[in-house]
């Protein structure tokens, strides 16, 4: 049984579904700028429900796509036309907004937030089996795509205890990872580099702290490309110092499995995205080096 969020209040759920949709559109989608429905999204933790899905709901594809044009006096209150335009390119090729239908994965996942606030619409609680449910189904489509689950624990703050379970309006925006990606990853500081050091100490455990900022969010990861040639991407999540070079691997390094080639570039977007299992993986092949 899932007991991950026994404790956790409704809003906090809430919150967690969030995340697993921005997971799901920033890793499937990276390229495309989700900022303007990521923070549409992250209204709904300090607003009522209702007022909250009545504005959310105009924005989702299988509602937004039934408009070919901008039509003033149905968007009018939430839309502007420019903004129209901009949310019809960032859905375009990648969802047709067919309603109900799991295949449609951006529709799918952006549906998640509203469904969790329509199944309480006006209801008690109960044993929030529901919520259970959809957060399942949001994490099913993560797993299916090799995603990184979002850290529960960060809406742990958000309890039961609050308000019969529903839970204290918040700001849950510091918990985006859309909203807080503005930072740019900083290739400018060579003392990222002293992370490589801490591949010859035995008690070495990733992450490791960040010789920039102090945080424990140093990674390391490798990707083999042939016997000669391999790249190596050092990095720090919290500040995004990084460093990348391309040359001859250590014998140890094997690489990782379930590792997309092609999403390989010299910004370390991607193995950020995954650096939990990447930190495993480096653990792992270190212990058995030693
Ligand atoms: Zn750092």
């Known amino acids: 049984m899932d007991t991950r969020f026994k404790d956790v209040s409704m809003n906090g759920r ?103 606030a329509m199944v309480y619409g006006g209801k008690v609680i109960g044993d929030g089996k529901e ?66 050091n801490r591949l010859d100490d035995s008690e070495s455990d990733f992450p490791v702290q960040c010789p920039v900022c102090g945080e424990k969010a140093g990674h390391i990861f490798m990707h083999r490309y042939d016997e000669r040639r391999g790249g190596i991407w050092i990095w720090c999540s919290a500040c995004r110092s990084f460093s990348h070079m391309s040359g001859i691997l250590p014998d140890w390094w094997e690489n990782m499995h379930g590792i997309k080639k092609s999403r390989l570039e010299a910004v370390p977007r991607y193995p950020d995205e995954r650096n939990n299992d990447i930190d495993e993986w480096v653990n792992t092949l270190l212990k058995h080096r030693r």
């Open 14 to 116: 809430m919150a967690y579904v969030i995340m697993c949709a921005e997971a799901f559109v920033a890793s499937e989608y990276p390229d495309r700028d989700w900022t303007f429905l990521s923070r549409k999204m992250w209204k709904a933790t300090s607003v009522n429900w209702g007022d909250w899905a009545a504005e959310y709901s105009t924005y989702i594809p299988d509602v937004f796509l039934q408009y070919d044009a901008y039509d003033c006096k149905e968007l009018g209150p939430f839309l502007t036309e420019e903004e129209f335009s901009e949310l019809r390119s960032l859905y375009s090729g990648i969802t047709d907004g067919t309603e109900d239908d799991p295949a449609d994965e951006v529709n799918y996942m952006l549906n998640k937030p509203f469904e969790l």
């Open 131 to 196: 919520s259970e449910e959809i957060i399942a189904s949001a994490e099913k489509i993560l797993t299916k795509h090799g995603i990184s689950l979002p850290d529960y624990t960060k809406v742990l703050f958000s309890s039961r205890d609050e308000l019969n379970g529903w839970g204290y309006d918040f700001d849950g925006r510091f918990l985006s990872v859309i909203l807080n990606s503005k930072q740019m990853w900083n290739d400018g500081n060579d003392r990222i580099m002293e992370i490589m």
